[in-house]
């Protein structure tokens, strides 16, 4: 979050429009933040941009919208059966671009993105800056504050919005690992197995922590 990653999305697929190549651009429909017509208004290049109620719908989207790139914005809202539409997409000579948070507010890997990671070609790592006062190092992490508090580990992993109790929207800022915080579990019975998981080591490239 906030590292610019819907921003490169959007520079490669103006490089890919320039150059002549088709391309369609596909959004998870629970993401109501941004419209199409902003992502080609900001571009100035002309390249289809459908929403899709989930990753099983993709397949048919591309076949209603014929392209040579499929580009997959928001990936991490999609479920675990992105991989493989993704994988088939590539497989069948698709190129294949995907833009994500890789971890959830927790820090958790979110959704397909580990299994993304690990069978994407290529990957490039961005970074925000972290924005706890004084520190300004780069940030990996996406904090969740509900009411200006961190967000428990059993809260609901999408928030977009308002919430139902009608309490103050969620915010998020970006954060390095040192200053991302996760406030236990509101009910005690979802702790057991997740309690661990922020002190398990994870190697961050030097690309990511120079960016
Ligand atoms: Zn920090």
Same mark, same amino acid.
Do not use: W
């Given at each position: %979050?906030?590292?610019?990653?819907?921003?490169?999305?959007?520079? #490669? @697929?103006?490089?890919?429009?320039?150059?002549?190549?088709?391309? @369609?651009?596909? *959004?998870?429909? $629970?993401?109501?933040?941004?419209?199409?017509?902003?992502?080609?208004?900001?571009?100035?290049? #002309?390249?289809?941009? /459908?929403?899709?109620?989930? +990753?099983?719908?993709?397949?048919?989207?591309?076949?209603?919208?014929?392209?040579? %790139?499929?580009?997959?914005?928001?990936?991490? %809202?999609?479920?675990?059966?992105?991989?493989?539409?993704?994988?088939?997409?590539?497989?069948?000579?698709?190129?294949?671009?995907?833009?994500?948070?890789?971890?959830?507010?927790?820090? &958790?890997?979110?959704?397909? %993105?580990?299994?993304?990671?690990?069978?994407?070609?290529?990957?490039?790592?961005?970074?925000?800056?972290?924005?706890?006062?004084?520190?300004?190092?780069?940030?990996?992490?996406? #904090?969740?504050?509900?009411?200006?508090?961190?967000?428990? $580990?059993?809260?609901? @992993?999408?928030?977009?919005?308002? /919430?139902?109790? *009608?309490?103050?929207?969620?915010?998020?800022?970006? *954060?390095?690992?040192?200053?991302?915080?996760?406030?236990?579990?509101?009910?005690?019975?979802?702790?057991?197995?997740?309690?661990?998981? &922020?002190?398990?080591?994870?190697?961050?490239?030097?690309? +990511?922590?120079?960016?």
């Amino acid at each position: %979050m906030f590292s610019g990653k819907t921003e490169e999305l959007l520079r #490669q @697929l103006r490089r890919a429009s320039v150059g002549g190549r088709s391309v @369609l651009l596909i *959004r998870p429909l $629970i993401d109501t933040r941004t419209s199409a017509e902003i992502a080609e208004s900001r571009s100035g290049a #002309q390249y289809a941009c /459908t929403s899709v109620a989930g +990753a099983g719908e993709i397949a048919a989207a591309v076949v209603a919208s014929p392209c040579e %790139m499929v580009a997959i914005d928001e990936a991490e %809202m999609f479920g675990p059966e992105l991989t493989e539409i993704a994988n088939g997409l590539a497989n069948d000579g698709y190129e294949v671009i995907i833009s994500g948070l890789d971890t959830d507010f927790a820090g &958790r890997p979110f959704g397909a %993105m580990p299994e993304l990671l690990a069978l994407a070609d290529s990957v490039a790592k961005l970074t925000a800056i972290c924005t706890f006062p004084g520190c300004g190092e780069p940030a990996t992490r996406t #904090q969740r504050l509900v009411n200006n508090l961190p967000a428990a $580990i059993d809260d609901p @992993l999408i928030v977009i919005g308002g /919430t139902e109790d *009608r309490r103050e929207p969620d915010r998020y800022e970006a *954060r390095c690992r040192a200053h991302h915080r996760v406030a236990p579990a509101r009910h005690a019975a979802a702790s057991a197995g997740v309690v661990g998981l &922020r002190s398990v080591p994870i190697e961050v490239g030097e690309e +990511a922590r120079s960016a």
